[in-house]
């Protein structure tokens, strides 16, 4: 069981940067694959990053490659999403999941077995 807390959502201007974070409960933390995903009402969770347990590998969506920066810290069982030059497209409500125990795969094949209830990102023009 791994229990998964997000912050660090709220109001930003476009252009504006974002750190959101995600806090796990649990000492299998460390052993679980790391994503982050969004959604908005009437559209699909979206994939947006991941990184393996390890932190060795990461997957960016092409949608926001080249924006956001996946990170984790396993000593504090924590993973964060840099965002940056944040659009009124990228609003939405935020989600950290947990999944893939034990794989060094990243991407959108990969199943998540644990998530968040989210944070609220709005982007002002």
């Known amino acids: 069981q791994v229990h998964l807390v997000e912050s660090g959502g709220g109001l930003v201007q476009a252009g504006g940067s974002l750190r959101l974070a995600c806090a796990a409960s649990g000492r299998t933390f460390s052993s679980y694959c790391m994503g982050w995903f969004r959604q908005t009402p009437g559209k699909e969770r979206e994939l947006l990053a991941a990184?393996?347990?390890?932190?060795?590998?990461?997957y960016y969506a092409d949608s926001v490659k080249g924006r956001i920066t996946i990170s984790r810290d396993n000593a504090k069982n924590m993973v964060y999403l840099q965002m940056n030059s944040l659009k009124p497209e990228d609003a939405a409500v935020y989600y950290c999941?947990?999944?893939?125990?034990?794989?060094?795969?990243?991407?959108?094949?990969?199943?998540?077995?644990?998530w968040g209830q989210g944070t609220q990102v709005t982007v002002a023009s």
């Open positions: 990184i393996t347990a390890s932190g060795g590998r990461t």
């Open positions: 999941a947990a999944g893939g125990r034990y794989t060094e795969y990243v991407g959108p094949a990969l199943v998540y077995d644990y």
